[in-house]
């Protein structure tokens, strides 16, 4: 799999109220590899998003999976939305399966692939329960297993722990490291946190806004066997710090 | 104080106060008709009123009325409710489907039913063609604009999701948008519906052999004040029994939205 986004712009409205939100935007990935847009609001990391899976198209430039050029959403490429987009009438197990019966799989390839998808996201005794019995963190763990269910190329993960507490983020990290770990999955992320890019991916895009460009690209090759220990580890604060401030600077205007 | 904690628990139950409220206007209008100040010919007493119910009930009358009532409301309903579904929807989902039909309807609306009796009565004489027609058009219009502004608020994360999972157009309609709204297009038919009842009693009023509207019209003529209680009485009733019906239909088929 090789999805390519090359010089991409977007602009919204038209004549006079017309707004370039994104500008000349270009970046690849390949199978296995977890990317991520670090970005404040504003940088148009999440139209970045869209444009991928296909909700919006771009005014220039193109998105190409495996060399085909993308004309809409489709079940090659599955999002992970910040909330709100469990199904509330069905079970846990059942918005799971939902994709697979969306595109006409056997019944029994459901059940086994739902039995196994909410194992592989820890979930197997939640199945039977309804999304507002479940904690915000299960519910996201749900919605993943669901894109993941319906066997995407690349996973698209838009601020997915956005809207959780600050500890159940970190435990939801590391249940998404060792999810990439073992999957082997394909995935990008969208965060405005730059410790959970780094932590997470191993190259990470820093966006500006006004109009959304990237204006830095970092390799972040660290020793991942433990996250705890990365957290707190000198050369993974050091490039957070240089990160952080990058980002800072944008705020403040000095660099816009 | 143990039978006090037995009442305050009896009172504690939603439906206690109510049950009080109407026990006690039933008390008040006895009170008023033992004290003889009001003609028996304009407030008869309860009791009057509950045998001038089972005489007709058992001359088998009340029966006969009750469905040929239902009946109409019904059929005029069902067919309202099937109707305004799929174009609800439709317009909802659809902005062009919206803006050709939403000016229209909105127009249409505003006439008052009622005055559409005539025409349904040249149009179709005086069976119950013009009857059913009537309930029709006087709740299709709101049971469409409501279900409309529902599927408005199914939010585009959910109709997303089924996109990127690979939901084509359809799909998204039947397994998205339908499950989302059914709750408030149940709720819908339960506020319409009271506008059915009352436009069943204006067609019988104006024209009909038999029904609740028909009976009431029948006993102002003879000046028989119980029997139109007995009438107002029994609508109110089934009016009621149609809202619980509706409601214990809510929390059976959608008790994820509770």
């Known amino acids: 799999m090789h999805l390519s986004v090359t010089g991409v712009s977007k602009t919204f409205g038209h004549g006079s109220k017309a707004k370039l939100v994104l500008e000349d935007i270009n970046l690849d990935l390949d199978s296995g590899e977890f990317v991520a847009l670090v970005g404040s609001s504003g940088s148009g990391k999440s139209t970045v998003m869209r444009l991928v899976a296909g909700l919006e198209r771009p005014s220039t430039g193109s ?9 809409g959403p489709g079940s090659d490429r599955g999002m992970v939305f910040q909330k ?25 390839e459901v059940s086994e692939r739902t039995a196994y998808f909410l194992e592989v ?37 838009d601020e997915p722990f956005g809207a959780l507490d600050l500890q159940i983020r970190e435990s939801m990290q590391e249940f998404l490291y060792q999810l990439w770990e073992r999957t082997g999955l ?26 959304g460009r990237i204006i830095r690209t970092v390799s972040a090759q660290l020793d991942r066997t433990s996250l705890a220990h990365l957290r707190v580890s000198r050369p993974f604060l050091e490039l957070r710090e240089e990160l952080a401030g990058c980002l800072r600077s944008l705020d403040a205007g000095v660099m816009a | 104080m143990a039978g006090g ?20 206007v039933l008390l008040f209008w006895q009170l008023i008709a033992a004290s003889g100040l009001v003609d028996k010919l304009f407030l008869p007493s309860p009791e009057a009123v509950w045998r001038a119910g089972s005489d007709q009930y058992s001359r088998g009358i009340l029966i006969r009325d009750l469905l040929a009532s239902v009946g109409r409301v019904g059929a005029g309903f069902a067919l309202s409710a099937l109707v305004s579904l799929p174009i609800g929807i439709a317009m909802g989902c659809s902005r062009v489907i919206c803006q050709l039909l939403e000016p229209l309807m909105g127009l249409i609306r505003y006439m008052p039913a009622p005055a559409f009796i005539p025409l349904l009565i040249i149009y179709f004489g005086l069976g119950e063609e013009p009857k059913i027609l009537l309930i029709f058009i006087g ?18 994360e959910l109709r997303e999701t ?16 339908m499950p989302f709204i059914a709750p408030q297009v149940i709720d819908a038919y339960r506020i319409n519906m009271a506008s059915a009842w009352n436009l069943v009693i204006v067609a019988e009023l104006v024209a009909a052999n038999e029904g609740l509207g028909k009976r009431i019209s029948l006993a102002q003529r003879f000046l028989r004040t119980d029997e139109i209680f007995v009438g107002l009485i029994v609508i109110g009733l089934i009016g009621l029994a149609i809202d619980l019906g509706f409601r214990l239909l809510m929390r059976r088929a959608c008790s994820w939205a509770n």
Not at chain 2, 139 to 156: E, G, Q, W, Y
Request: charged share 15%; no cysteine; net charge positive.
């Open chain 1, 186 to 211: 394909t995935a990008l992320l969208i965060t405005h946190d730059v410790e959970e890019a780094l932590l997470l991916a191993q190259r990470v895009h820093i966006m500006a806004p006004r109009p």
């Open chain 1, 84 to 108: 709100y987009s469990l199904y509330p009438w069905l079970s846990a197990a059942e918005n799971v399966a939902f994709g697979m019966t969306l595109q006409g799989r056997a019944k029994r």
């Open chain 1, 63 to 71: 998105i190409t999976v495996d060399g085909k050029p993308v004309r």
């Open chain 2, 162 to 177: 089924a996109l990127t999972l690979g939901g084509r157009g359809f799909q998204i309609v039947t397994r998205v948008v």
């Open chain 1, 121 to 157: 996201v820890g979930l197997s005794d939640a199945g039977r329960r309804l999304p507002r019995e479940l904690s915000g963190g299960m519910q996201q763990r749900v919605a993943i297993a669901r894109a993941l269910a319906a066997d995407p190329k690349v996973l698209l993960l």
């Open chain 2, 139 to 156: 709740t299709v219009f709101f049971n469409t604009l409501m279900i409309m502004d529902s599927v408005k608020f199914v939010p585009s």
């Open chain 2, 5 to 24: 904690s037995a009442l305050l628990r009896w009172l504690a139950h939603p439906w206690s106060l109510g049950l009080i409220g109407i026990l006690a």
